[in-house]
């Protein structure tokens, strides 16, 4: 261990934090990714207090309506008809069962009710049966958003006539590194359906994945993606990678925690006011960990025991460890 002398250090935060910004370099992202551990998380937590009351979490519930045999090669994604993981494809749910599962989460406390498909892109009659969908959500008093693949301009605008709130798409990780995950379809074929989104009025949901064999450079550089994007996402999740046996990456080391709530930290301070959602991979994760997370600025996250077709933790278990931590359900 090096021994360097004491040395008093700044604690007030850096004149741009806390300011939202639109011209973060990976360069800049990269130097909160390479700050003392203890400075970026005090950075964080300045940020989070100036537009969130700390104790409050957003809670949404993600059901799979449309499960497996998607046609894209995701290398993360237990769901590719690519891969044999054991997940088997089926039909899109009928709208009473959807709408039961929708009553069960408000019951529960979430406030947002999330509907993924495994498509590439909806066909239009498809599309017909997820705004219906879409209608019965909200008229339960929930928070409503889908994901489900690319969208066409007049997709977007039927969806938010439906009542659409977010939609999530997400650009998984750099520009650099994508092609490594996805090869059906790329980066920009992303950013075009998230400005078709933002374009019909719809709220933007889009975070990445960590874990996935990325380097440090290319977190940094999602990260400074979605802050470069013309309007924040108003919602960002980010996830850990679950390995899931029969995709690619199931046998990529896992990510070093730290690193995980480093990623959390930066994206707190870059989007200062995106709720940040702590994603798919806490069923791994230890409420210590957790508790991290949120000190670094994360402020959201995942309610039920499944997310599409990973596990997440139990209802039960969140409870507790929210009581634990003091944490409370923001309201919609
Ligand atoms: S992440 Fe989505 S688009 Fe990719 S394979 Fe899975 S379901 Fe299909």
């Given at each position: 261990m090096e021994i360097v002398p004491v040395r008093p250090q700044s604690h007030a935060p850096t004149a741009q934090d806390g300011e939202p910004r639109h011209d973060w370099t990976r360069a800049q992202v990269r130097a909160l990714f390479e700050l003392q551990f203890a400075e970026l998380i005090f950075r964080a937590q300045n940020v989070h207090r100036s537009y969130f009351d700390p104790a409050a979490v957003q809670i949404s519930t993600l059901l799979s309506v449309k499960t497996g045999g998607c046609?894209?090669?995701?290398?993360?994604?237990?769901?590719?008809?690519?891969?044999?993981?054991?997940v088997r494809a089926e039909k899109l749910m009928a709208l009473d069962a959807v709408l039961a599962e929708a009553r069960a989460a408000k019951a529960a406390g979430a406030s947002r009710f999330c509907m993924g498909a495994a498509w590439r892109e909806p066909k239009d009659r498809d599309l017909d049966a997820v705004c219906a969908m879409v209608e019965g959500v909200k008229a339960l008093g929930l928070e409503t958003c889908a994901t489900l693949g690319m969208l066409t301009d007049a997709q977007a605008r039927r969806l938010k006539t439906a009542g659409l709130d977010y939609y999530n798409h997400n650009l998984d990780t750099s520009p650099e590194f994508y092609g490594d995950i996805i090869t059906t379809r790329c980066y920009q074929d992303r950013l075009d359906t998230l400005a078709r989104v933002r374009e019909a009025g719809i709220h933007v949901c889009c975070g990445g994945i960590v874990g996935?064999?990325?380097?440090r450079d290319d977190r940094a550089g999602m990260i400074a993606t979605l802050a470069s994007l013309p309007v924040h996402p108003e919602s960002v999740p980010i996830n850990m990678l679950v390995r899931v046996a029969g995709t690619p990456l199931a046998d990529r080391p896992p990510l070093d925690t730290l690193e995980f709530v480093r990623t959390i930290a930066a994206a707190r301070i870059c989007l200062p006011r995106s709720v940040v959602r702590l994603s798919a991979g806490r069923e791994d994760m230890s409420e210590e960990m957790q508790a991290l997370c949120f000190l670094a600025g994360a402020n959201s996250i995942f309610y039920g025991p499944k997310l599409l077709t990973t596990p997440n933790p139990g209802p039960d278990r969140d409870q507790r460890m929210m009581a634990r931590l003091g944490l409370r359900a923001m309201r919609a």
């Open positions: 046609p894209e090669d995701c290398a993360y994604c237990p769901q590719s008809a690519r891969y044999d993981t054991g996935m064999g990325e380097s």
